[in-house]
């Protein structure tokens, strides 16, 4: 075996972007010269993989899993829902997903230095993915919920493979009744939360500056009303309180009809199973919350490509 140490491996991953397996390989078939590693890194086109990483990665699919009483939910993204499609990428998302429900906190940097099923991490393994498939990726997030006694139950609206998809859904529900009444009660719910996009489980759980906004645009809307200061006043906490039962899930209406709180349709399903039910925590990740979509002008990148 040729001679390199730990930290040629580092500085060829560095300067490359490869896996550390790949890095390894690379030296080992170069004798240990780092420079002729890098050349045959870009000749498999394992190389240059850092330069990806500059690209806009806001598509991508959103893994959910669970093991009876936990469930986690774990977003990767790529530049574009071709490659959402690739089965490759389809895999490496389950993997994660499932590597992530073994892990101890939501921590995403940790996820990322788990171990891989196969050999080496999780981020080895993305980098690897980068190169081969040809596009940035990135493990953007993860959340798990749990509870002591009951069930958490997986959804995905519109699929595009077991567990994998655009809106993620995960519904933590604390009982003693079967699955038989959780499973299904859990999967109304996870449904209602796709469609109604709660922001919090109840009104305390409402960011503080999303409310504080709120109250901005409250009350200058009843300053233009021109009424008097005091009513003024109660025209900003009745639209604050509106803005917090519309947002916060236990509060929002069903949309099975639109009319019965969430909190009287978990409440009315435990009477009705003769055991009390907790909504307890929730889990909703739609692809790409948050990310700014770079908008490319296809024509001038292709013009660039080709020199003009």
Same mark, same amino acid.
């Given at each position: 075996?040729?001679?390199?140490?730990?930290?040629?491996?580092?500085?060829?991953?560095?300067?490359?972007?490869?896996?550390?397996? +790949?890095?390894? *390989? !690379?030296?080992?078939?170069?004798?240990?010269?780092?420079?002729?590693?890098?050349?045959? &890194?870009?000749?498999?086109?394992?190389?240059?993989? @850092?330069?990806?990483?500059?690209?806009?990665?806001?598509?991508? =699919? %959103?893994?959910?899993?669970? +093991?009876?009483?936990?469930? %986690?939910?774990?977003?990767?993204?790529?530049?574009?829902?071709?490659?959402? *499609?690739?089965?490759?990428? @389809?895999?490496?998302?389950?993997?994660?997903?499932?590597?992530?429900?073994?892990?101890?906190?939501?921590? #995403?940097?940790?996820?990322?230095?788990?171990?891989?099923?196969?050999?080496?991490?999780?981020?080895?393994? &993305?980098?690897?993915?980068?190169?081969?498939?040809?596009?940035?990726?990135? %493990?953007?997030?993860? *959340?798990?919920?749990?509870?002591?006694?009951?069930?958490?139950?997986?959804? %995905?609206?519109?699929?595009?493979?077991?567990? =994998?998809?655009?809106?993620?859904?995960?519904?933590?529900?604390?009982?003693?009744?079967?699955? +038989?009444? =959780?499973?299904?009660?859990?999967? @109304?719910?996870?449904?209602?939360?796709?469609?109604?996009?709660?922001?919090? =489980?109840?009104? +305390?759980?409402?960011?503080? $500056?999303?409310?504080?906004?709120?109250?901005? #645009?409250?009350?200058?809307?009843?300053?233009?009303?021109?009424?008097?200061?005091?009513? @003024? $006043?109660?025209?900003?906490?009745?639209? #604050?309180?509106?803005?917090?039962?519309?947002?916060?899930?236990?509060?929002?209406?069903?949309?099975?009809?639109?009319?019965?709180?969430?909190?009287?349709?978990?409440?009315?399903?435990?009477?009705?199973?003769?055991?009390?039910?907790?909504?307890?925590?929730?889990?909703?990740?739609?692809?790409?919350?948050?990310? $700014? *979509?770079?908008?490319?002008?296809? !024509?001038?990148?292709?013009?660039?490509?080709?020199?003009?």
């Amino acid at each position: 075996m040729a001679a390199f140490s730990v930290a040629d491996v580092k500085a060829l991953r560095e300067k490359t972007g490869a896996g550390m397996m +790949d890095a390894k *390989k !690379a030296l080992e078939e170069a004798a240990g010269d780092i420079e002729a590693a890098i050349d045959g &890194l870009r000749a498999k086109g394992l190389a240059a993989v @850092q330069k990806k990483s500059s690209r806009t990665a806001a598509e991508g =699919l %959103v893994g959910v899993t669970v +093991d009876g009483t936990k469930g %986690v939910a774990v977003e990767v993204n790529s530049e574009t829902d071709f490659v959402a *499609k690739n089965e490759q990428f @389809q895999d490496f998302v389950r993997s994660v997903t499932t590597v992530a429900l073994t892990q101890d906190s939501d921590d #995403i940097e940790a996820l990322k230095a788990a171990d891989y099923p196969g050999g080496g991490t999780v981020t080895d393994k &993305l980098v690897e993915n980068v190169a081969t498939i040809g596009e940035n990726q990135q %493990v953007r997030r993860m *959340k798990t919920v749990t509870v002591q006694n009951g069930l958490v139950v997986p959804y %995905v609206h519109n699929a595009a493979a077991a567990g =994998l998809g655009k809106i993620g859904v995960l519904v933590a529900l604390e009982s003693q009744a079967g699955a +038989d009444v =959780l499973e299904p009660l859990g999967k @109304q719910l996870a449904m209602h939360i796709a469609a109604a996009f709660p922001q919090a =489980l109840d009104a +305390d759980g409402l960011d503080a $500056e999303t409310i504080e906004r709120e109250r901005k #645009i409250a009350q200058e809307k009843a300053a233009e009303s021109g009424k008097p200061e005091m009513v @003024q $006043e109660k025209m900003v906490e009745g639209a #604050i309180k509106k803005f917090a039962k519309e947002n916060a899930l236990l509060s929002q209406l069903f949309v099975i009809d639109n009319k019965t709180p969430i909190a009287d349709v978990v409440a009315q399903a435990g009477k009705d199973a003769g055991s009390a039910i907790v909504l307890k925590d929730y889990v909703r990740f739609q692809l790409g919350e948050g990310i $700014e *979509k770079k908008v490319e002008d296809f !024509a001038a990148e292709v013009a660039a490509t080709r020199g003009g």
